[in-house]
């Protein structure tokens, strides 16, 4: 069993910055792939960010130069820095990790439960 809990959400002014965690525990031998996706209200799931294992980022354009993704393969967590947001940021945000739970398994795609950022002054 992998169990994912998100922390970090909260309401910010216009401008200001918030940093999200998650937290994977369980039975895990190798995150391959984590994610940050977003959802606003009334809108369809997006994706926001990537980073493999490896350390390599990708960003949705609408983020880029403003949200960093990272990770701790040791710590098996993933964290998503945002600056200068702004009220069109505000979503629920999940992460998504692609966990291999042995050297065999093929990898288990498990999400977070999801946690509301805010941005309005």
């Known amino acids: 069993q992998v169990q994912l809990v998100e922390s970090g959400g909260g309401l910010v002014q216009p401008g200001g910055s918030l940093r999200l965690s998650c937290a994977a525990s369980?039975?895990?031998?190798?995150?391959?792939?984590m994610y940050w996706y977003r959802q606003a209200p009334g809108k369809e799931r997006e994706w926001v960010a990537t980073?493999?294992?490896?350390?390599?980022?990708n960003y949705a354009d609408s983020v880029k130069g403003r949200f960093t993704i990272s990770n701790d393969n040791a710590k098996n967590t993933v964290d998503l820095q945002m600056n200068s947001l702004r009220p069109e940021d505000t979503a629920v945000y999940y992460c998504?990790?692609?966990?291999?739970?042995?050297?065999?398994?093929?990898?288990?795609?498990?999400w977070g439960q999801g946690t509301l950022v805010t941005v309005s002054s």
């Open positions: 980073v493999t294992s490896g350390g390599d980022t």
């Open positions: 998504r990790l692609k966990i291999m739970t042995t050297p065999a398994a093929h990898p288990l795609d498990t």
């Open positions: 369980g039975s895990i031998f190798k995150i391959n792939t």
